[in-house]
């Protein structure tokens, strides 16, 4: 099956979420992203948080899935600095 964002197969042993009452998925990455934004918004670097950075001009280089990988691990690295 592949995810539903960023149409990527999930591969076994990959955490994903099973959404349409079961009908697709998405990898745990791609719903974060959808959820959370990109990596740079997470940071708080971008014009929602009165940052200069343009939120989406670090997504223009990767796939779905690895700008999806890269906002999640913002995510989680800020996670593990407050603990």
């Not at 918004?41 to 001009?57: L, M, P």
């Not at 990988?69 to 407050?82: G, H, K, M, N, W």
């Amino acid at each position: 099956m592949s995810c539903l964002h960023c149409a990527e197969p999930i591969l076994l042993g990959e955490t994903s979420v099973s959404v349409n009452e079961g009908r697709e998925r998405l990898h745990m990455e791609c719903i974060f992203r959808s959820v959370a934004g990109t990596a740079t918004h997470v940071a708080r670097r971008c014009a929602a948080f009165g940052g200069a950075e343009d939120c989406h001009a670090c997504e223009q280089v990767k796939s779905k899935r690895d700008a999806a990988r890269a906002s999640y691990r913002t995510y989680t690295e800020q996670q593990a600095a407050l603990n």
